[in-house]
């Protein structure tokens, strides 16, 4: 009874409850004459709770990069992790590029459902910072007025800089500062976790706006776009394990078969860091010995995550065809740069605490506003089973290819 009590209050079954209520709710709303009244109350309750999670999006992100790359700095001590980190950069922001082009590629193939632009109207969607002068303010003259703007282009370039920076200062003076980043990050997490916690009630006017311009129709939207990222998703793991057993020739078949015992506690469990130990069991399969496995492994369960990157590319490539705002070359472009950036820095943070962390960035640096995204963070438990299993098979990937070089080096293969 406790058991269930507890499974009943985890965040994301509030959440989606609140989800479903809202939807609901505005759905026998429209048609009953007091649309503009309830909408009234609604949708600044809901602007309240949205701006409440949005304030902390460039203090956690900053705060989370630069910690998370003089981390990833200071772990590229030996030729193995430097040949994890490279092929971690890599993949990182081919898997974004992927990500955000089979989104547009199956958005093509199979549109959006009709009426899914009620979806924007339904919130209120304020007007939205636009990507196109990306280029000219790459490099902020002022980091304080970039912050203040929301220029998360130049704001993770800064970061970024400053974490290698860190890097090259006294180990102790650097460490010191990377700790002090590090705490304003989990003060932030904590801010997080209490409007998280308030977040039924967000999600319900939100959600509630949704129901009384869409109707039922809402449902469809939502499982359309669970679909397209979970596709996404699935996309990136058959590319992991082709790359893997073509690239690594293990063999793609082999490569699969190893993978298998740990994709299966992936989805299970959610957990990368919960799959650790079942990768670590597949190195001999995939012909790495176990030194090389213990290096990369665990760099790989804290900074490497392929599937996540790219889906969150996706994400905000559905969103833009939501708010009809274009995505070019460009935006594609910088779009993935940021995705692969920001997903060093969400080292161990929980689905519902990173969703909004690591897509909202992405979503400001391509000119796509954010105002759905906590409606799509009620929905996120089941995409990110799908998530959790592209990054375990994009980690056994990259132990298979670093740790290939390794023991063709030593003449251990």
Excluded at 216 to 239: D, E, N, P, S, T
Excluded at 351 to 364: E, K, L, N
Aim: charged share 10%; aromatic share 6%.
């Amino acid at each position: 009874m406790i058991a269930g009590r507890i499974a009943l209050n985890t965040p994301p079954v509030r959440l989606l409850a609140a989800l479903a209520a809202g939807l609901v709710g505005g759905a026998i709303a429209n048609g009953t004459g007091y649309e503009a009244d309830l909408l009234a109350v609604a949708r600044p309750v809901g602007k309240l709770w949205l701006n409440a999670l949005t304030m902390t999006v460039v203090p956690l992100v900053t705060a989370l990069l630069i910690a998370g790359v003089f981390e990833a700095g200071q772990s590229g001590g030996n030729a193995i992790s430097r040949r994890a980190l490279t092929w971690f950069a890599g993949l990182l922001v081919a898997a974004s590029l992927i990500g955000g082009c089979a989104a547009l590629l199956l958005l093509e193939v199979w549109p959006l459902p009709e009426g899914a632009s009620g979806l924007a109207a339904g919130t209120g969607v304020p007007a939205s910072g636009q990507a196109e002068d990306w280029v000219d303010n790459i490099v902020p003259a002022n980091i304080v007025s970039a912050a203040a703007s929301t220029a998360m282009v130049p704001l993770v370039l800064f970061a970024m800089l400053f974490g290698f920076a860190l890097t090259r200062i006294e180990r102790d003076l650097g460490a010191g500062l990377a700790r002090v980043f590090r705490a304003i990050a989990e003060v932030m997490l904590v801010i997080v976790g209490w409007v998280l916690w308030i977040g039924p009630v967000g999600v319900f006017a939100l959600a509630f706006g949704v129901g009384i311009t869409l109707g039922a129709g809402a449902a469809g939207v939502l499982l359309h776009y669970i679909i397209v990222i979970i596709i996404v998703c699935l996309a990136i793991a058959l590319i992991m394990n082709l790359l893997a057993g073509i690239g690594g020739r293990s063999g793609v078949l082999a490569f699969a078969r190893g993978a298998m015992p740990a994709q299966t506690v992936a989805m299970s469990t959610q957990s990368s860091l919960a799959s650790l130990p079942v990768m670590m069991a597949a190195a001999p399969a995939m012909k790495v010995d176990g030194a090389a496995a213990g290096i990369i492994l665990p760099l790989a369960v804290s900074l490497f995550r392929a599937a996540s990157a790219a889906a969150n590319v996706a994400v905000a490539v559905y969103l833009a065809q939501v708010h009809g705002v274009p995505v070019t070359a460009a935006s594609l472009i910088v779009g993935a740069l940021v995705a692969a950036a920001v997903s060093v820095g969400a080292v161990g943070l929980p689905a519902q605490v990173s969703f909004f962390a690591v897509i909202a960035p992405v979503c400001i640096a391509m000119g796509v506003p954010v105002t759905l995204l906590p409606l799509l963070l009620a929905i996120e438990t089941i995409p990110d089973v799908f998530r959790t299993l592209g990054n375990v098979t994009a980690d056994i990937a990259v132990m298979r290819l670093a740790g290939k070089d390794r023991a063709s080096a030593t003449g251990t293969e």
